[in-house]
């Protein structure tokens, strides 16, 4: 089974597979992730976006990823230009990006706090929602060997690992509770 991972640090220096651009739904490199990907990535990526044309908030596209050391770029439309992001929206466009990185036979793949920038989405929430959604996918058939989330400084991080934190502590209160019912 694939792990989950945290890093704090600069989504567009990562050396894997893919990297998830937390993307608006016409797939316009903006502000924010989409903007240090356009800068880094150069002009390939929004043209392989133009072709590939406006997607539904929540869905995912991918395309190339110019000059970033990843392979490719997955774009997961977390809302509209201009609009917020929410749970719902965070949580299908991750879903859709991870099904992609399935699809596409990736084994790692990187992640920002979609939707936490331009989008305003609690960034606790986001943690939540994420992480819920990285072990979902894990547990079912997929290539993925890595999921990992690379946060943008230490406060983000610090979220993330806390929200992950809990979870692992949850999941070994629940074995303990498991084992006692069997005594």
Avoid: W
């Amino acid at each position: 089974m694939g792990r989950v991972t945290l890093q704090e640090g600069d989504l567009t220096e990562q050396e894997t597979d893919a990297i998830v651009n937390a993307a608006n739904n016409q797939l316009v490199l903006g502000a924010g992730v989409a903007g240090a990907i356009r800068e880094k990535g150069g002009p390939t990526i929004q043209q392989e976006c133009d072709a590939h044309g406006a997607i539904e908030v929540g869905e995912a596209a991918i395309t190339g990823a110019g000059d970033l050391p990843a392979r490719f770029v997955i774009h997961a439309a977390g809302m509209a230009p201009g609009g917020v992001a929410n749970e719902e929206t965070v949580r299908s466009s991750l879903r859709a990006s991870l099904e992609l990185a399935r699809e596409n036979g990736l084994a790692t793949i990187s992640i920002p706090a979609i939707g936490t920038g331009v989008g305003g989405f609690p960034l606790q929430r986001c943690a939540e929602v994420s992480l819920e959604e990285a072990r979902a996918h894990l547990e079912g058939e997929t290539s993925l060997e890595e999921i990992r989330f690379v946060l943008f400084g230490e406060p983000a991080y610090r979220v993330f690992e806390m929200v992950n934190d809990a979870a692992k502590v949850q999941a070994q209160m629940d074995r303990m509770a498991r084992l006692r019912e069997r005594d």
